[in-house]
Nanobody, 125 residues
């Protein structure tokens, strides 16, 4: 089993920045690609972006491209989501996730097996 714990969420004004962290523990050798999703109440989880096992490749949703950056520190088993120029529409619960296949680009949430508990990000206008 693999466990993820997200942190770093909070309240920020529009235009501000936050950095989320996702710390992995357990059978981390089973997961390689890592992704971030977000969910607004009443809506499906939305793919934000993903990163491959060594950080050499990544993919982002059009809505966050150029503003969000995913990175990872494998020595710390941690993945980061740097969010800049935040907008009120970025308000959501953010989740990290992974799958044993190593995918980092599948945009459907049901594809991923392991999920964190989420961290709330609120952007005020």
């Amino acid at each position: 089993q693999v466990h993820f714990v997200e942190s770093g969420g909070g309240l920020v004004q529009a235009g501000g920045s936050l950095r989320l962290s996702c710390a992995a523990s357990g059978r981390t050798a089973n997961v390689h690609g890592m992704v971030w999703f977000r969910r607004v109440p009443g809506k499906e989880r939305e793919f934000v972006g993903g990163i491959n096992w060594n950080g050499s490749a990544s993919k982002y949703a059009d809505s966050v491209k150029g503003r969000f950056t995913i990175s990872r520190d494998n020595a710390k088993n941690t993945v980061y989501l740097q969010m800049n120029n935040l907008k009120p529409e970025d308000t959501a619960v953010y989740y990290c996730a992974a799958d044993r296949s190593g995918s980092y680009s599948a945009t459907t949430s049901s594809f991923y097996e392991y999920w964190g508990q989420g961290t709330q990000v609120t952007v005020s206008s």
